[in-house]
């Protein structure tokens, strides 16, 4: 059967089952969406969701929202084509939790009220801090969006066997406008609610695929390991054929610059999370600090699983699939999950399992999409062209505009990704983040003499830097798997600028600062932001613990 696949191209299942499962997904969820728009009045509610989720609530929003179609449908294929090495995204990914657990969240939840640049900017000037907080947060944010676009055009294609760039380019423009649609009618509030339904549905069918390929197995870890690696050393692609995917190496090799890579994709996805504006922005869907911690420990949990669920897809895609077929497949790496669920449980579990993967998808965009057009309204048009004069309608009405704006252009880009690992695409999202607003964040939470030049040099050093860094990488020309294999203007030799673009962003923030040193900042509120991130005092009513 995988052989006749991967020889004809003909379509995996029935797709019009496949687009029937699809059509259900979204009519529920729109009915979701269109019952939590009634209660949709004010700019926290657009926002926020008017700050009424509890903690585990917020948790499976979270886990909805971070585990996108990178989780799901990329590291289950780096792992069955890389084996070891593509399993590293899943360490990165969860780890990096800790950093936003144990420095971040509750302080963020404190301080800020809508986005980001409401804790940068709470003791900086305004003006000019948001500013640049809101270039941040929109780079990040369609970086993200690019990747979803990338991984729905690779579903899609597969599920209805689209061969063509045309075809995969009308499921791009779909799924954009699908969502520019959700977020229109529901946003935080009914944003969150469909985060919450798809984190379930995603981890209960990662978690059934995880029971029947151990069950396949018997129960044998040992052996799965065993058949994957004979699938791979079976291979007739040449790239694959002979890779040792139980150690190191398969993806990022034993020379000096491999492991300089690797060390760059490790720090990009330790440190990105904490710098995410989709995630930094669900701390403020709850009603205390003390929920913003209890969310946060939930999500740990529920994305821990998660990730431990796909060492076993990748491996089982690995050796019940084959990464022949699953680089024949129109999502290449991408299509690893899907051709697996189709194994597992024939044409109406592959529907299944394809729904909830082109649910992660919708989720997970429409997060980014409110993201980006609230931190464009609020931070950019309220306080910095309106000088704080605008009015909460005129800032949802401008969120509402941008929003579609955002999403035309995320169509485009995604176009341009088709055929990219979106695991990868992502871990670049990661590497911005962490470069342009990690440092800027963790400087103006715990260092009181921090001011406004460095915020300033941090986050425009951290981005530029990065941007430039990954423009001329292999990975966008210069090589086969480049976003522009015919073109060759690459000279940074690495693919992830992390390890270049994280530290420069922290000494920039501290260059700055002594450059700025002599422009004094409110000492006054220094002292308000320190007392109100350690105690909340002055953002709720005191909680008992």
Known sequence: MNSILAASGTDVGNPVLNIAI????VVITMTIVIRA???????????????QFTGPQNGFAIAGDYLSAASFLGIAGAIAVYGYDGFLYSIGFLVAWLVALLLVAELLRNTGRFTMADVLSFRLRQRPVRMAAALSTLVVSLFYLLAQMAGAGGLVALLLDIHGKVGQAVVVTVVGLLMIVYVLIGGMKGTTYVQMVKAVLLILGA?????????????????????????VDNSTNEAVAGRDVLAPGAKYGISSMSRLDFISLGLALVLGTAGLPHVLMRFYTVPTAKEARRSVTWAIGLIGAFYLFTLV???????????????????????????????????????IISAVAFATILA???????TASASFAHDI????????????????????ITVVVIGLVSIVLGILAMGQNIAFLVALAFAVAASANLPTLLYSLFWKGFNTTGALFSIYGGLLSCLTLIVFSPAVSGSPTSMFPGADFAWFPLANPGIVSIPLAFVLGIV?????????????????????SLTGVGVEKAVAH
């Open 313 to 351: 897809l990748g491996y089982g895609a690995a050796k019940m699939v084959g990464p022949d077929v699953i680089l024949a497949a129109p999502g290449k790496e991408n299509s690893a999950a899907p051709l697996l669920a189709f194994e597992l449980g024939g044409t109406l579990f592959l529907a």
């Open 207 to 231: 978690g059934i695929m995880f029971v029947l390929v151990l069950f396949a197995v018997r129960g044998n870890f040992s052996q799965l390991l065993a058949d994957a690696q004979s699938m």
């Open 22 to 25: 699809f059509v259900a997904f």
């Open 37 to 51: 728009s009634r209660t949709t009045t004010k700019a926290s509610d657009f926002y926020t969701g008017g700050a």
């Open 381 to 400: 048009y309220a306080s910095v062209i309106k000088r704080g004069n605008a009015s909460e309608e005129e800032q949802v009405r401008v969120s509402r």
């Open 512 to 532: 700055g600062t002594y450059v700025g040193r002599r422009r004094l900042e409110d000492a006054g509120k220094q002292a308000e932001m320190e007392v109100r």
């Open 364 to 370: 997970v965009v429409a997060g980014l999409a409110i």
